[in-house]
C-alpha cells in the first residue's frame, strides 16, 4: 500500500541537541499528524497539522504542514533523554459525508531516535 | 477520562484457528480505526467504523474482519490465522477532525 517517505530512519544525538525529520508523499492530504510510540505502547499524538503553511508547536516541538500538502517537517529543540523513542507522521485524506469528516491513515517508516545523556 | 482500551493486551494462537479482538473507543467518539503493525511493513490501515457502518477499508485478505457496536465499541476477527498475521494491532478512536487516539495494542503471536 502507498507510504510515506520518512527520514532520517534513526538518529543518535546528545541530550541538548535539536533533532529535525520529515516526511514526504507522492499524494496530496489535507491533515498531517505525528505521533511518538514508546516500546510496547501505542502511538501517541504529538501535533495535529490541518493547513497548508501551518507551522504548529506543542512545548518543544514544532511541525510544520507543507505548502504541497505532501510534505511535513517535525523539531525538536533541546533533546532530553525521554524524548527517545520511534516518531512516526502519518497522512490523512479526509472526506465529508453529511459534515463529519473521516478518513483512514496513512503513516511514514518512522524515525527511531535516541538520546545520549 | 478513560482513553481507548484494548483487549487482551497479548494472544498466542495457532495457525487455522481464529481470533477475536476488542477495542473500547473514548467516550464520545464513534469512529474507530484498527491497524496492523509489524516490523517488516509497518502500520498498515486495516479498515475504519462509524456508527457501525465500515466507511474505509485497507488492502487485507477477507480474513480479517470488523464490526462496530451501537455502543461504538469494536472487534476485528482473523479467521484461519497464517504465522504472517503475528503482529501488534492497533485500535484507535476519534472525535471528527481532532486526529486519532490510539489503544496500547493487542500483541498476537501466532505459532
Known amino acids: 500500500g502507498q507510504q510515506l517517505n520518512q527520514s532520517p530512519q534513526s538518529m543518535f544525538i546528545q541530550e541538548g541537541e535539536d533533532v529535525s525529520m520529515n516526511c514526504t508523499s507522492s499524494?496530496?492530504?489535507?491533515?498531517w499528524l505525528w505521533y511518538k510510540q514508546d516500546p510496547g505502547e501505542g502511538p501517541v499524538l504529538l501535533i495535529a497539522?490541518?493547513?497548508?503553511?501551518e507551522l504548529t508547536s506543542n512545548g518543544r516541538l514544532t511541525a510544520q504542514f507543507g505548502i504541497t500538502r505532501k510534505d511535513s517537517f517535525l523539531n525538536i529543540s533541546a533533546s532530553i533523554p525521554s524524548d527517545v523513542g520511534i516518531y512516526f507522521c502519518?497522512?490523512?485524506?479526509?472526506?465529508?459525508?453529511?459534515?463529519?469528516?473521516?478518513?483512514?491513515?496513512?503513516f511514514g517508516q518512522g524515525t527511531i531516535l535516541t538520546v545520549h545523556p | 477520562k478513560a482513553g481507548v482500551t484494548q483487549t487482551p493486551r497479548y494472544l498466542i494462537k495457532t495457525r487455522g484457528q481464529q481470533v477475536t479482538l476488542s477495542c473500547s473507543p473514548i467516550?464520545?467518539?464513534?469512529?474507530v480505526s484498527w491497524y496492523q503493525q509489524t516490523p517488516g511493513q509497518g502500520l498498515q490501515f486495516l479498515f475504519e467504523?462509524?456508527?457501525?457502518?465500515?466507511?474505509n477499508k485497507g488492502n487485507f485478505p477477507g480474513r480479517f474482519s470488523g464490526r462496530q457496536f451501537s455502543n461504538s465499541r469494536s472487534e476485528m476477527n482473523v479467521s484461519t490465522l497464517e504465522l504472517g498475521d503475528s503482529a501488534l494491532y492497533l485500535c484507535?478512536?476519534?472525535?471528527?477532525?481532532?486526529?486519532?487516539?490510539f489503544g496500547s495494542g493487542t500483541r498476537l503471536t501466532v505459532v
Open positions: 502519518a497522512g490523512q485524506l479526509t472526506t465529508s459525508a453529511g459534515g463529519t469528516s473521516y478518513g483512514k491513515l496513512t
Open positions: 497539522l490541518y493547513k497548508a503553511g
Open positions: 467504523y462509524f456508527s457501525e457502518t465500515q466507511r
Open positions: 499524494s496530496i492530504f489535507n491533515t
Open positions: 467516550s464520545g467518539h464513534r469512529s
Open positions: 484507535a478512536s476519534s472525535v471528527t477532525n481532532y486526529g486519532y487516539t
